[in-house]
């Protein structure tokens, strides 16, 4: 088994696509024709084993088995080498600062903003676990 992705739960999709897709420099790699959902990623989707991808979905489309949760429920980790550069692009096209970024105890530069639904980013550079 391995971690394929996950899924924001938002009200207005091509909105909060655009959000990820301009800040960070994400690909749209596919687009349900109804609208309802956008992948996002660097690569190509496709169901099974692959790269991780951020899935962009119209809450409405589970609200038949799941209530939907508050935005903040969960934290999106997103890893490049250059976090401060992310971290403005992201602030730039409408994200909004959580924490500055800053250098850990352990050595890895993050940077936390929220999406403009609210969700928390975090943004981290690639760190060695030991």
Known sequence: MHFGGMTLMVNDVDATATF?????????VFADPDG??????KGVWSPGPSTANLTIEHWKKIEDFAEPGPANAFRVFLETADVDDAYQNALAGGGHSALEPTTRPWGQRIAVIRDPNGAIVEIGAPVEYR
Not at 20 to 28: E, I, P, R, T, V
Not at 36 to 41: E, K, R, S
């Open 20 to 28: 990820y897709a301009q800040a960070f420099g994400l690909d749209k």
């Open 36 to 41: 309802t959902f956008v992948v996002l990623g």
